[in-house]
T-cell receptor, first 114, second 112 residues
Framework: EADIYQTPRYLVIGTGKKITLECSQTMGHDKMYWYQQDPGMELHLIHYSYGVNSTEKGDLSSESTVSRIRTEHFPLTLESARPSHTSQYLC?????????????FGPGTRLTVL | SQKIEQNSEALNIQEGKTATLTCNYTNYSPAYLQWYRQDPGRGPVFLLLIRENEKEKRKERLKVTFDTTLKQSLFHITASQPADSATYLCALLMDSSYKLIFGSGTRLLVRP
């Protein structure tokens, strides 16, 4: 099992609420990623970070924001959740200096917005 | 932009047989092609990768082939077991990028 953790595992909230999905890893990896995945569909990269104070938007447009103040922590925030945000959110990390970029994934957060 | 195609229909096979999954891509060949396993409600787990200049890679009961002419990778599980039942994702790592491009995966069901 990879040492990467996500909380909560499941979250059901009402429209308009602010939420933060937590992601932490203990492997000392510089690179971290957030993906969004709907059932039976491919993973879409929504945010990534190459290190502390570095964040970039991914290929799929997202209304969420991220921060990277510490190497091990990469939280994702939705200021005002909407039903269209209902999805599975997966956090991943990878080591620097490894050319093939094997990624280690957390268990995911299943978000439902009513 | 790069697109990946994996068979969306589930592959249903008998225990002990060899499972073969296909990954096709468009446009440019990736520097690396990776295969991941994903169980329901879990994050993907890395299985193995193959480099652009390699034809075949093996790891225990797993074998991956890579044909840059056909723009295709085949993923084989020999002597399949019910515990191999999962969704298998293909992912491309393009040269000079740390971003992976994932396919939607193929679900494998191994009947006892």
């Amino acid at each position: 099992e990879a040492d990467i953790y996500q909380t909560p595992r499941y979250l059901v909230i009402g429209t308009g609420k602010k939420i933060t999905l937590e992601c932490s890893q203990t492997m000392g990896h510089d690179k971290m990623y957030w993906y969004q995945q709907d059932p039976g569909m491919e993973l879409h990269l929504i945010h990534y970070s190459y290190g502390v104070n570095s964040t970039e938007k991914g290929d799929l447009s997202s209304e969420s924001t991220v921060s990277r103040i510490r190497t091990e922590h990469f939280p994702l925030t939705l200021e005002s959740a909407r039903p269209s945000h209902t999805s599975q959110y997966l956090c991943a990390s990878s080591a620097s200096g490894v050319s093939y970029n094997e990624q280690f994934f957390g268990p995911g957060t299943r978000l439902t917005v009513l | 932009s790069q697109k990946i195609e994996q068979n969306s229909e589930a592959l249903n096979i008998q225990e002990g047989k060899t499972a073969t999954l296909t990954c096709n891509y468009t446009n440019y060949s990736p520097a690396y092609l990776q295969w991941y396993r994903q169980d329901p409600g879990r994050g993907p787990v890395f299985l193995l990768l193959i480099r652009e200049n390699e034809k075949e890679k093996r790891k225990e009961r797993l074998k991956v082939t890579f044909d840059t002419t056909l723009k295709q990778s085949l993923f084989h599980i020999t002597a399949s077991q019910p515990a191999d039942s999962a969704t298998y994702l293909c992912a491309l790592l393009m040269d000079s990028s740390y971003k992976l491009i994932f396919g939607s995966g193929t679900r494998l069901l191994v009947r006892p």
